[in-house]
């Protein structure tokens, strides 16, 4: 496994080829700061992205808040909403530009208060690439409802509920889970 390289303000192409050129490893590009433009999807960057290190090296972050009833890709630092919503069709047409998506549930993000579970039921029933979830874990039960709600497609990311970081869910419980998950799917 390679290590991911999360792509922000520094996202110009040749600061990209110089960091990939040294490495194996997979490109997480910060939609807020370099696919995303004025609140806008930027078409023609994802493009030259995609050229420029491989759909395969590529995952896309599609960090979003609910906007109306829908969930609208966020940026700049999560405080401006895009004009793009998740949705079956969105996630199928940006599946075409990337390997994998990262989407932050941002209204539970580092709130220790649980998951977003609709959000995951959308990400579980429409993206047809692999899928991480991050925002609100807080107990052991939220991997069980994101397994559950995602129909077994959503991997999850833990973050600051994790005692390593001064929360009160033990690492090594999340990882012991994981490994259980692991050798059950085998």
């Not at 497609?153 to 692991?182: C, M, P």
Request: proline share 2%.
């Amino acid at each position: 496994m390679g290590l991911w390289f999360l792509l922000g303000k520094v996202g110009e192409p040749l600061y990209i080829l110089i960091l990939l050129e040294f490495t194996t490893s997979t490109l997480i590009s910060i939609s807020l700061q370099y696919v995303f433009n004025n609140g806008q999807m930027d078409l023609e960057r994802l493009e030259e992205l995609v050229d420029l290190v491989g759909k395969k090296r590529l995952v896309l972050d599609l960090s979003c808040r609910k906007k109306e009833g829908k969930y609208a890709i966020v940026t700049d630092r999560w405080q401006k909403f895009s004009d793009v919503y998740l949705d079956e069709k969105v996630l199928d047409f940006l599946s075409l530009y990337a390997d994998e998506f990262l989407v932050h549930g941002v209204d539970v993000e580092g709130k220790k208060l649980g998951i977003d579970e609709e959000l995951v039921e959308l990400l579980g029933r429409h993206s047809p690439i692999p899928v991480t979830y991050a925002g609100g874990v807080t107990v052991m039960a939220d991997l069980e409802r994101i397994k559950v709600a995602g129909v077994g497609r959503v991997d999850a990311t833990v973050g600051s509920a994790l005692d390593i970081f001064g929360g009160n869910l033990a690492y090594k419980d999340v990882v012991a889970w994981h490994r259980q998950e692991e050798a059950m799917a085998v």
